[in-house]
């Protein structure tokens, strides 16, 4: 039986009808238009969340949440599961000014079910971004998301996000929209993306004059796109990781030492693993030891999230036509995906463990296990396609990529 209320005539006295109906209608009318993607949500549970939230860091960095609720027990963020939120995003496809249309899944057919998760936290619960609130928290402050287009991915999701608030200002765009800057007047904000497939120096090999889609990557040779704008930054969120998997071959002091997926047998094959996580050694050396940049800096590791292309992938027929969040005995914590994340997070752990000139704040936010599961958030076949492809590695707006600014917000506020 469906969940929604049920009126049985023989069972409600005539002089209980008027009100009941009226009851029922504005219940049905809060539920409608409290999302704009579709008329009914659909089933499942409603979660009370918790309105005033306290943060606070562990000793070991790890970001937590305190519910006053709760006796104040500090749970990790990271940790948790989808369930059922019938309230769905705080924007929508129609209140974001600056959606871009290749995530605009809604747009292009996909079912709206997929909005309808919320990441719970094992033993409390994470906040709802407040734009207010995290315009506060930045004011007067400058944020660059560092990256590949997942990165770019982010900085859309924030963009939508703080618009609910303040009209977000378009200050720089280049023409392939690699480099962005955006500033928000109410709180004097500044919000970036720099482009870097690898955040260490690559140069595509072209051979016959065509490029070919492999690249000479200098694992401790930091590429100067991105790390020359440093300076100046408050906050940088760093990611990396889905460039390395095509056939790269591997420098370091200059020489050749091995490669990825190469066919060269005088060459050892690393893997990519490997190789992302030397280029995330090298990153946290430099900016750990960048004596320009802004005393009191927050350096954010955005961990690996892998796309979610089954029977293919890019351009041979993989697609992702999923309608709900995996379980976990549907994914592997064995695979590679989890593999680069471990990497990462033990890079982090280095530079967190040492001292570090200016008081820079090196600190996680782990999405990696979250986003394992929503093989469903992606445009797949619902984009202006080039050719029959599907997307099955970015996300949708909205979609479950918001949760990464809502955990960014802790992390913000805690490091404050």
Known sequence: MDQWMVIKKST???????????????VL??????????SIPPKGSLIDHNKNAIYEVTKDNSQVLLNGNHDEEACDLFVGSWIRD?????????TCPTLPTLKNCLKHGKDPDYIFWR???DGCDL?????????????????????????????????CLLSQVDTPVNKHKDADEKFQTWYFPSSDFTLMVMWTEFLVVANERIVNGTASNSFDIHLDKINGNWS??????????????????RTNYLYKGGKLVGCIYCRDSSLI?????????????????FISRCKECEEGMVIVLRTYTPSHFEHGSWFNGGYCNRSQPLSESEVSFNESAWKIRESQVEELGKVQSVEREGKKKF?????SKAMMLRADGHPGSHWPRIRDVSDCLHWCLPGPIDLWNELLMVILKNNQ
């Open 228 to 245: 020359d704008k440093l300076p100046g930054l408050h906050i940088a969120i760093i990611s990396s990781g889905n460039w390395f998997f």
């Open 29 to 38: 009318h809060t539920l409608n238009t409290s999302n704009s993607f579709t």
């Open 12 to 26: 409600v006295c005539s002089f209980l009808l008027p009100p009941l109906i009226l009851s029922t209608i504005i």
């Open 363 to 367: 600190v996680l936010l782990d999405v």
């Open 119 to 121: 990441w719970k936290p």
């Open 127 to 159: 906040p709802r971004l407040n734009p207010s609130m995290f315009l506060s928290i930045v004011r007067g402050k400058k944020l660059a998301f560092i990256g590949d287009s997942l990165a770019r991915n982010q900085m859309e999701s924030l963009l």
């Open 86 to 94: 019938f309230r769905g995003s705080i924007y929508s496809n129609r």
């Open 269 to 285: 094959d690393f893997g990519p693993v490997y190789a992302i996580k030397s280029a995330f050694t090298a990153t946290f050396e």
